[in-house]
């Protein structure tokens, strides 16, 4: 009975050692072939580097961030102090009975304008300019009439001439003379007398001006 018994109870124990044994080695199959570690040692280098160029870039911007606020805050207040220098320029000026709205400096600048105009006129030198002018005319012309413009810079000539030859003449010894520019012959025609009439414009260049 007791050798039965035995026999009986084996093939259970066989069994179970042997799902034991496939159950532990099912646990600790692991496989170590070189080749897959030096494989996952190139990523984790890429992978490294990657980390610390973003962290250098995070780094750098939040550095250029604060410059950038700290160059804002320097032009706020230089701005801040230029209103203040106005508003009490505006106060003093006030104080003074002095105008400085926008239309009384609009007018201003008008004025000058202006000023400068008659200043120019001033300093226009008819003898200087009849001396040059005189060294252009040919002989068989004539000018009846010399109109300056407002500047004193643009002249308008008018006068006789024998043909329109000695006009011609005339245009080249003005594009030739050191003081005068650019002549223009607008208009000209044969008058009663048989006389050639013309107008001419031409730039002036004042010495010293």
């Known amino acids: 009975m007791a050798v039965n018994s035995v026999w009986s109870k084996w093939p259970g124990e066989f069994l ?45 911007n939040i550095w250029q961030g604060v410059l950038i606020y ?6 706020e207040a230089e701005l801040e102090r230029v209103r203040q220098l106005d508003h009490t320029v505006m106060t003093e000026a006030k104080n003074e009975g002095i105008d400085l709205s926008e239309g009384a400096l609009k007018r201003l600048s008008s004025e000058v304008d202006l000023a400068n105009q008659l200043l120019a006129k001033r300093t226009f030198s008819w003898t200087t300019f009849l001396t040059e002018l005189e060294q252009t005319i040919p002989p068989r012309l004539a000018l009846t009439s010399i109109r300056l413009d407002q ?6 000539l008018t006068g006789t001439a024998m043909n329109l030859e000695e006009i011609t003449a005339f ?6 003379h050191a003081t005068f520019k650019n002549p ?22 004042q010495a010293g001006v």
Do not use: P
């Open 171 to 176: 245009t080249v010894g003005l594009q030739n």
């Open 184 to 205: 223009v012959l607008a208009q000209h025609r044969v008058g009663s007398s048989g006389l050639v009439e013309f107008d001419v414009t031409v730039q002036y260049r």
């Open 70 to 75: 700290e160059e804002s805050q320097i032009i």
């Open 151 to 156: 500047t004193g810079k643009t002249v308008q």
């Open 16 to 60: 179970a050692q042997v799902q034991l044994r496939n159950h532990a080695g099912w646990q600790f199959e692991v496989n170590l072939s070189s080749r897959y570690w030096v494989g996952m040692a190139s990523y984790r280098t890429w992978l490294i580097s990657g980390c610390i160029g973003l962290l250098l870039s995070i780094a750098w």
